[in-house]
């Protein structure tokens, strides 16, 4: 029988909009005897744990499975019985890197009044083409997008309720709703803030969305799988309820398994699945090749890069790929991200008194309205986030495949002097998003080729991608035929077939000894459901603070 979780609700009209914020009580789950466990489904989960006189602490419809609480024994057991896949919960954790500091010189106007070179990416909205967009009346409404992050203030609820806000929030770790950490509000007024910089451009792409936010992390930056997995759990079950068609994914574990094994993979691609564009930040690991973390190592989702205007906003030719950046391909052979988009020195909001990166980075707010300068590819997300909403906005019948499809083929990539691609496709996909074409491209079928999202999740086949390592330790694209892509464009303009998946146990990829001599044996934690442990090497990240670039 499900377990109820008890929940507060407050609701408050607001001009025919209704905040409403839900938060589960009870137990949480604590990492060192937490697990996860999957079987044929839910409830089945549920009776082999009990059966074995194990705790649930939550159901998880999402992944078949539960989350429970476990003794060595009880763990040991279930192992023994080998109906069930069990996995050692793991402590998800911020990624917390110093940034530079940089000194005020004024205290007047929004944006201004700060040392050369720093200074605040005004010009996101630009960049992309959300401005033309935004001039044809397309900001987001009627779209909902989804944040599982770490919570917003109770001032942007508070502004929310003021300015005909739809917001919808959810305690996934049963602690009050709120953010601590102002990651959470930093990304989330990326996606959707109204206020207007300098420029006169609303500070968010999509200032019109509805919003839901998910708190999953602490002040700390600190979470377990299990958390997200609640997160990701009850955002699919209200998916509906919401309308919820957009999913930003800022944060980063490194991979442990192979994509279809990890439970926070298979929770994206239900999602992604039932409808829900789920976009993930690649990671702040860059920019050694290997990098990109889960979720992002999807091959279904859109994983972002991000890249810079190098403070030279009006000179494109001076943008440059960010040097924190991660980089593909993914353990199987998947090229990622797919396209970047703007992620040095962006605004956002924190709350200066409660959030504590804004306390430990007091150097980098504006002289104005609690906004912040952060750079990362969880803000490249958040960006790619809010342009999907204006695409959906303007289509509301796009698919999650055609909207990934859209992006890319019209996405520009970065080329140098000569015409060159100034970096690979491994770091930089299809290139920089221009969401004023995406929005009226028509292109169709060009994104998750030879993939086959329903089977992946059956377990009945899985997939690699057409990466490949040359004896030199490089990595290059091959067709269908094995042939190597040509290095210049990619087939940028041939239906991006390296945007394509091969049937794993055809040997295409594995078999054959084509990729990672070193890297691909996993030798830390290779077919984690089987440790007693979860690996270090699983930590996660929320992508939290890298040097303004």
Known sequence: ?????????????????????????????????????????????????????????????????????????????????????????????????????????SSSGSGGGYSSPIVPNQDARVEIGADRLGAQG????????????????????????????????????????????????????????????????????????????????????????????????????NRAAYNIRVLNLSFAAKSQSFYWNDPIDQAVMQLWQAGVVVVASAGNWGPAAQTIGVPGNTPYIITVGAMTDNYTPTSPLSWRLTSFSSTGPTFEGFVKPEILAPGGHIIGIMEPTTALLAQLHPTFQLPVDNLYVMSGTSQAAAVVSGAVALMLQA?????????????????????????????????????????????YSQSTGCANAGLNIASDLAGTAHFGGPGRQAADGSYYVVDQNGSPINQQGYLWNNGYLWNSGYLWNSGYLWNNGYLWNSGYLWNNGYLWNQSATASPANTAAINMWVTQE
Not at 404 to 433: H, W
């Open 1 to 105: 029988m499900r377990r109820m979780l008890s929940r507060w609700l407050l609701a408050a009209t607001v001009a025919g909009s209704a905040l409403v914020l839900a938060q589960p009580t009870g137990p949480h789950a604590t990492p060192a005897s937490s697990y996860i466990v999957q079987s044929h489904g839910t409830q089945s989960a549920a009776r082999i744990v009990r059966g074995v006189g194990g705790r649930i602490t939550h159901e998880l419809p999402i992944i078949h499975g539960v989350s429970a609480m476990l003794t060595p024994a009880q763990a040991a057991r279930l192992r023994q019985l080998g109906t069930v896949e069990l996995f050692a919960d793991s402590t998800v954790m911020t990624e917390d890197h110093e940034g530079s500091s940089y000194s005020r010189t």
């Open 138 to 237: 397309f900001n987001g409404t009627g779209v909902t997008v989804a944040v599982l992050d770490s919570g917003l203030p109770p001032s942007w609820v508070q502004y929310a309720q003021s300015n005909n806000m739809g917001l919808v929030a959810y305690s996934a770790d049963g602690s009050p709703f709120q953010d601590r950490s102002g990651h959470g509000s930093h990304v989330t007024t990326i996606v959707a803030n109204p206020i207007r910089s300098a420029n006169g451009q609303p500070l968010g792409i999509a200032p019109g969305v509805r919003l839901v936010s998910v708190k999953a992390f602490d002040a700390n930056g600190t979470s377990t799988y299990t958390t997200v997995l609640n997160g990701l759990n009850w955002i699919f079950a």
């Open 395 to 439: 289509d509301p019948s796009l698919t999650p495949d055609t909207v990934k499809c859209r992006l890319m083929s019209s996405a520009r990539p970065a080329v140098d002097a000569n015409n060159q691609l100034a970096y690979s496709v491994f770091q930089q996909g299809t290139g920089e998003i221009n969401v004023y074409d995406a929005v």
